[in-house]
């Protein structure tokens, strides 16, 4: 059940985080989902937040920011501005 879990918050704050950055028409579902439960990881090391403690609120915030700084990145190497 857990696994599940993972994959629709990560779908959700991945999509949310595509939103933010404006790169929503470029990203599918499965993107979404990785771009999601990375940014979880990205953000358990930059905020040192417990993200396996189970989904609260600022679990989901922490893991919308790292999505975000996450595809920031990845708009940094692709084209060389963050947007």
Not at 14 to 26: F, H, N, P, Y
Not at 50 to 73: D, E, K, P, Q
Request: glycine residues 14%; hydrophobic residues 60%; proline residues 0%.
């Amino acid at each position: 059940m857990g696994i599940i879990i993972w994959l629709i918050v990560g779908g959700i704050c991945g999509w949310l985080a595509s939103m933010i950055m404006r790169t929503d028409g470029q990203q599918g579902i499965i993107l979404n989902i990785v771009v999601g439960i990375v940014g979880a990881v990205i953000a358990s090391f930059i905020f040192g937040a417990n993200i396996n403690a189970g989904i609260t609120v600022m679990s989901f915030v922490y893991s919308l920011i790292g999505a975000v700084i996450l595809l920031a990145i990845v708009n940094l190497i692709r084209r060389g501005s963050v947007r």
